[in-house]
């Protein structure tokens, strides 16, 4: 999207936003962005605090213009309102991305899909011998489904075009990445068991650089501490990553 020459009178017109839930996670999408700067709400009882800032469009002119917030309190529900209040204040908005750390799922065999996106699991019935999850969060745009697979085939070159953002945020306090001897999985039933690390079937990653997953994220407002239950989401449900915000 263009962004108009006279940036300081300009009202700006953002089509794509960017939503985290802590403090940490505010700091790194800062580092990710070009000139961020705050901006008020346009809508006088929007409570959310904003940035504007700018990232590069790849082949497509003009840098994207980014919107950046981030929630008042965790929670499904407190996300839901934040991006209500969002969407009031900057109508043009039309990709909102939430971002943050979540605990990962450990799949040491299975492939999933990208195109599921946003798992809501704490909305089931229940009855005497089964768990039916009826979730209903809304499935990923095509324009973001295509961006991701785009990305997959920037990989698949041997391309990793991200890792020169990442490499913008390793300035800030706690972020550089631990050392692979923290990296340890044990035996969902056997606690002292180690699980040795599968060999990457194909070029995934550069050395010593994060790898990036395309599945199934689960969300709900109960934070997840049961291996099992944990274990249930990915074999039936082909979950890779648990976090507790995923606005409707």
């Given at each position: ?108 065999q299975n492939v999933v899909t990208n195109e599921q996106g946003v798992l809501q699991y704490d909305d089931v019935k229940l009855t005497p011998d089964h768990i039916e999850i009826r979730d209903n969060s809304p499935r990923p745009g095509l324009a973001l489904i295509a961006a991701a697979k785009a990305l997959e085939a920037e990989r698949m070159s041997g391309r990793f075009p ?87």
């Amino acid at each position: 999207m263009a962004i108009p020459n006279d940036t300081a009178n300009a009202v700006p017109e953002p089509r794509i936003a960017i939503c985290t839930a802590l403090p940490n996670e505010l700091a790194a999408c800062r580092a990710m962005l070009d000139s961020p700067r705050p901006i008020n709400p346009t809508s006088a009882d929007d409570p959310n605090q904003y940035w504007l800032g700018t990232l590069p469009s790849r082949g497509y002119g003009q840098p994207h213009q980014v919107l950046l917030t981030s929630l008042a309190k965790k929670g499904n529900n407190v996300a839901a309102t934040a991006v209500t209040n969002l969407v009031r204040s900057f109508p043009s908005v039309e990709f909102i991305a939430m971002v943050g750390i979540a605990g990962g799922v450990p799949d040491p065999q299975n492939v999933v899909t990208n195109e599921q996106g946003v798992l809501q699991y704490d909305d089931v019935k229940l009855t005497p011998d089964h768990i039916e999850i009826r979730d209903n969060s809304p499935r990923p745009g095509l324009a973001l489904i295509a961006a991701a697979k785009a990305l997959e085939a920037e990989r698949m070159s041997g391309r990793f075009p991200w890792e020169t953002h990442l490499d913008r945020g390793e300035h800030l306090d706690g972020f550089q990445r631990p050392s692979l001897a923290t990296d340890v999985l044990y035996d969902t039933t056997n606690q002292v068991k180690r699980i040795e690390h599968p060999a990457d079937p194909w070029r995934l990653r550069h050395p010593d650089t994060p790898k990036v997953h395309l599945a199934a994220i689960g969300s709900a407002n109960t934070l997840l501490k049961d291996a099992r239950r944990r274990d249930w989401l990915r074999d039936e449900h082909h979950v890779r990553a648990i976090e507790m915000e995923g606005p409707a």
